[in-house]
């Protein structure tokens, strides 16, 4: 069964016999990357220059993440994956490929794919992971045969809902990661005068149902350098200017809570 479908006329991509190079019976072709991923994201679907996030900023989360700093939310994912055996598993805003590398230390054997609009991270995730397979696509416009994965995850990323139940086979699995109500809350403190919690509850996709949910809450000490590196990984780092950034590398000894809350759904509706 094709995995990838063509993201200019929707036709099954077949692997040249080169290996170099992905083609459709319409003759449009796609080049494997040197570190081994497709881009697949073309240029009229495109609606920036370079959509995502930054080299640095990539290399900056990569770094954050191999400290260990989310291993224990890591893990917990991993362990919800193994329970369940997926044959193929996706990783939907895969940014650098974190996820996938601790599933594929952590669980039995399943065929890991991971997509992400931004091609410095897809390339990063590809190039330490060969078995994988990364692709750069828009989530808006998964570029995958209907019904090829049964197991879906999302951490901290956004979808687009009917184009993840169309990948999802039925009775497929969804694990969402999302923050909880108190997720970087000594951060936030910096950034808002009257720092709001996050809803407790993971709003589902449409045609899912809840099967279980994790809450899991800790404390870390990050360096000045890694708080930044945080911050940068938020979706409110753009409300901090260079007074703020200053303040938050300067105070002392600074506990961030985490706060996570894994939510695991099953496919009930095509
Ligand atoms: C907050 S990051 C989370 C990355 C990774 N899952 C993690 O937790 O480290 C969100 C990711 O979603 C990606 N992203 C944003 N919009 C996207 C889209 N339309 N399609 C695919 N990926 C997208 C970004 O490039 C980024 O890597
Ligand atoms: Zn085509």
């Not at 929707?10 to 072709?29: D, F, I, M, T, V």
């Not at 959509?51 to 291993?71: H, I, N, T, V």
């Not at 009775?171 to 407790?200: M, N």
Request: net charge positive; hydrophobic share 40%; aromatic share 8%.
């Amino acid at each position: 069964m094709p995995c990838y479908l063509c993201p200019l006329c929707g036709e099954p991509l077949h692997l040249h016999q080169s290996a170099k190079s992905y083609h459709c019976q319409n003759r449009h072709s796609f080049d494997l990357a040197k570190e081994g991923y497709l881009n697949l994201l073309p240029v009229q679907h495109k609606h920036s220059g370079e959509p995502g996030d930054s080299k640095q900023m990539m290399m900056a989360r990569r770094e954050f993440l191999e400290a260990g700093f989310y291993e224990p939310m890591a893990k917990a994912v991993a362990m919800m994956v193994d329970a369940h055996k997926p044959m193929r598993l996706l990783d939907l805003g895969c940014g650098e490929g974190y996820y996938s590398r601790q599933i594929a230390a952590q669980c039995g054997p399943v065929a890991l794919h991971g997509i992400d609009i931004a091609k410095v991270g897809i390339a990063a995730a590809a190039k330490k992971q060969p078995p994988a397979r990364f692709i750069v696509a828009s989530s808006n416009r998964l570029p995958y045969a209907n019904q090829y994965f049964d197991f879906v995850l999302r951490v901290f990323a956004p979808s687009n809902d009917d184009e993840l139940k169309r990948v999802l086979k039925p009775s497929g699995l969804l694990l969402i990661v999302t923050p909880g109500p108190r997720h970087l809350w000594q951060l936030k403190e910096f950034i808002y005068a009257d720092v709001k919690e996050h809803a407790p509850k993971t709003i589902l996709p449409q045609g899912f149902e809840r099967l279980t949910e994790q809450r899991i809450s800790y404390k870390i000490t990050p360096n000045p350098e890694q708080r930044i590196a945080l911050l940068q990984m938020t979706p409110f780092a753009w409300r901090a200017n260079e007074s703020v950034q200053q303040a938050i590398k300067e105070v002392e000894g600074l506990e961030i809570e985490t706060d996570f809350i894994l939510t695991l759904a099953i496919k009930t509706a095509a």
